[in-house]
């Protein structure tokens, strides 16, 4: 079985800062793509920054330039470091991995639980 544990959210002023981390564990064989995602009140869930095996990575627009993804590979986290916080980015973020286990070659894909992200004006 597979788990991703999401920390690191919280209650921030905006124009403060953030770091998520994301811990995959379990019977994993790699990990293809890591991802985070945001869903805020009353509002769809949507991709926030990716970051690839290969090291590439992409972010939402509303994000470039503020949020930084990364990962330690050795440790299968992710990152996710949100700097100049907003109103709007509040939300709960979700970790999101692409990965393939030793028991199912096929590549599936993993939610966390969730981290509730809250910025006050």
């Known amino acids: 079985q597979v788990q991703l544990v999401e920390s690191g959210g919280g209650l921030v002023q905006a124009g403060g800062s953030l770091r998520l981390s994301c811990a995959a564990s379990?019977?994993?064989?790699?990990?293809?793509?890591m991802r985070w995602y945001r869903q805020g009140p009353g509002k769809q869930r949507e991709l926030v920054a990716g970051?690839?095996?290969?090291?590439?990575?992409n972010y939402a627009d509303s994000v470039k330039g503020r949020f930084t993804i990364s990962r330690d590979n050795a440790k299968d986290t992710v990152y996710l470091q949100m700097n100049d916080l907003k109103p709007e980015d509040t939300a709960v973020y979700y970790c999101?991995?692409?990965?393939?286990?030793?028991?199912?070659?096929?590549?599936?894909?993993?939610w966390g639980q969730g981290t509730q992200v809250t910025v006050s004006s």
């Open positions: 999101n991995a692409v990965l393939r286990t030793t028991v199912l070659p096929t590549p599936a894909r993993y």
């Open positions: 379990g019977s994993i064989f790699s990990i293809d793509v």
């Open positions: 970051s690839t095996s290969g090291g590439s990575t």
